[in-house]
Structures are given as C-alpha cells and as structure tokens.
C-alpha cells in the first residue's frame, strides 16, 4: 500500500537526495496520517452512537430529574 501511494503522489519518487522529493514524502505521510485518524475518529463516534454508549448511559441514568 505504501508503495502504491508513493508511485502515484510522489513524483521522481527514486530520486531521494532531492529536497523536493524528501519534502513530498514527508507530506504524504502528514496527509496519510491526518486521513487515518479522522477515519478512525469518525468509525469510533459511530460505533459509540449506534451501541449507545454505556458511559453516557450510565452518566444520564445518574442526573437528578429537572425541577418542574
């Protein structure tokens, strides 16, 4: 998979004394990273609203009712 991405967003990929090209690696990896955790964040909250979260469960279960 790494190879992929590199071959396809890293132009002159093999020429790595070049600056430039060190440069794109270096922001392949951010972009790569950054995509990573968002998707994780995002699969993470989905998981947690579709069981229903037993921590917020249990903190909402707990509160005093509202005065009426």
């Known amino acids: ?3 992929f991405l590199v071959r396809h967003f890293v ?7 070049k600056v430039s090209v060190r440069t794109a690696y270096g922001v392949l990896a951010s972009v790569v990273g950054i995509f990573c ?4 964040c995002v699969v993470k909250g989905a998981v947690g609203f579709f069981l229903h979260g ?3 469960r ?3 279960c ?6 009426s």
């Open 11 to 17: 132009k002159n990929h093999e020429d790595v004394e």
């Open 58 to 60: 249990s903190i909402i």
């Open 1 to 3: 998979m790494t190879e």
């Open 62 to 67: 707990q509160m005093p009712a509202l005065p």
């Open 37 to 40: 955790n968002v998707l994780l």
């Open 54 to 56: 037993v921590s917020v």
